[in-house]
């Protein structure tokens, strides 16, 4: 089984608003004004057809922000369009890529690591946070297998769990555009900024501590949802689109 799931996850779906959606653009812009850096050098990891890293370059263009994009993405059939939505494309899985080290401002590692095991998690995030310069800031949404308190999913069930109790409050005819800012909200609360190579590098030895603290029946089911997403995936195959 853990041999089966090892393995890079393939859903390839991204969208050109996903990263102003997410706040990752927010994320980004911060890190320009904190560090008074007009300049940067963003690297996508698993950045898909790189229609949301062309997105975010374009928004950080129309604030003066001059940027320079490298998107990578092991996935053949997103090739094309990515390598006209990104400076530079590298058709490859990011464990692979050994001449990026020290480059990077900014790296994005967004919706490309959720759905694999710990080992893997650990080794994408180590990666990435080797492709920073010393005060590049890494913007991810992987988590570390941290177990909210039972307040805390009684809140985050309410908030963004589906059915949204709040989300009903507007009535049937306004659910699917209540429904969609709601999920929309969600992804924003997923991506989180780590700040400087070192904090990054420290987080990706954080996933392999928080795995490590689970309990053996947690463990399976982590596990268990993996196999899962993988079957729907086999099934109901997401495509990538431009
Ligand atoms: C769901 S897309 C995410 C796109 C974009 N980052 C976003 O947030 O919308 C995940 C992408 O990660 C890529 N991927 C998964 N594992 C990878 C790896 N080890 N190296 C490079 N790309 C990988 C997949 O091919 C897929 O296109």
Not at 220 to 239: A, N, T
Request: hydrophobic letters at 35%; one cysteine or more; aromatic letters at 10%.
């Amino acid at each position: 089984m853990i041999k089966i799931i090892d393995r890079n996850w393939f859903v390839n779906y991204t969208s050109p608003n996903r990263y102003s959606l997410a706040g990752i653009t927010d994320l980004v812009l911060d890190h320009s004004e904190r560090l008074k850096k007009f300049k940067l050098t963003v690297i996508d990891v698993g950045c898909s057809t790189a229609v949301s890293l062309k997105e975010l370059k374009k928004e950080l263009n129309s604030k003066g922000i001059g940027t320079f994009t490298i998107g990578i993405d092991v996935d053949p059939k997103v090739k094309e369009m990515a390598e006209k939505n990104s400076d530079i494309f590298l058709n490859k899985d990011v464990l692979e890529v050994d001449n990026l080290y020290d480059v990077a401002d900014v790296v994005i590692c967004h919706k490309m690591a959720l759905w694999v095991p710990a080992n893997r998690r650990s080794c994408i995030i180590s990666k990435s946070s080797q492709f920073l310069k010393l005060e590049g800031d890494l913007i991810t949404d992987v988590d570390d297998y941290r177990q909210p308190s039972f307040l805390e999913s009684l809140s985050n069930f309410y908030k963004y769990s589906w059915p949204p109790i709040h989300t009903l409050r507007y009535g049937i005819k306004n659910f699917r555009s209540e429904y969609k800012k709601k999920r929309d909200l969600k992804l924003r609360k997923d991506a989180r900024i780590f700040y400087g190579r070192e904090t990054s590098l420290k987080y990706a030895k954080q996933i392999i501590s928080g795995w490590n603290k689970l309990a053996w029946d947690q463990k399976v089911s982590k596990k268990f949802d993996i196999l899962c997403i993988m079957i729907q995936q086999k099934l109901f195959p997401s495509r990538p689109k431009n």
